[in-house]
């Protein structure tokens, strides 16, 4: 679990909008997503809020859509509940908990034990 990995395998930033929702991401996958905003003066995103949704990432992006909270997004499909908690949790420490809006650490799906792959808030 890399930069270079996400930056192969995560998508363009779309704006946040269900139609635009619908049209890039497929139903009833399991993934990840950053909210934020492309900055005007490079080709850079800012990354306000990372997260997941371990059974619908379509359906969790409208909710998004509809808070209209953050203008674009950026989404990377994952393979298993155990990958996309380990990439929420990369996610969540690669782009600095304090600049985030995230309030709490990615929790774990109910019944797993799996350390957080970058702290030890579960050790
Ligand atoms: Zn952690």
Redesign the pocket.
């Known amino acids: 679990m890399t930069k270079e990995e996400l930056e192969k395998n995560v998508s363009e930033s779309y704006e946040l909008d269900s139609n635009v929702v619908n049209f890039r991401v497929a139903e009833g996958r399991l993934g990840v997503y950053i909210l934020g905003q492309t900055a005007e003066t490079w080709s850079d995103f800012y990354v306000q809020r990372v997260g997941r949704s371990d059974e619908d990432l379509n359906e969790r992006l409208r909710q998004h859509a509809r808070e209209k909270k953050y203008p674009e997004f950026m989404f990377m499909y994952c393979g298993s509940l155990k990958e996309n908690f380990d990439w929420e949790?990369f996610l969540?420490?690669e782009f600095d908990p304090k600049l985030l809006h995230n309030v709490y650490?990615p929790d774990r799906p109910d019944g797993e034990d799996w350390p957080?792959p970058?702290?030890t808030?579960f050790d």
């Open positions: 949790c969540y420490h650490h957080c970058r702290c808030k």
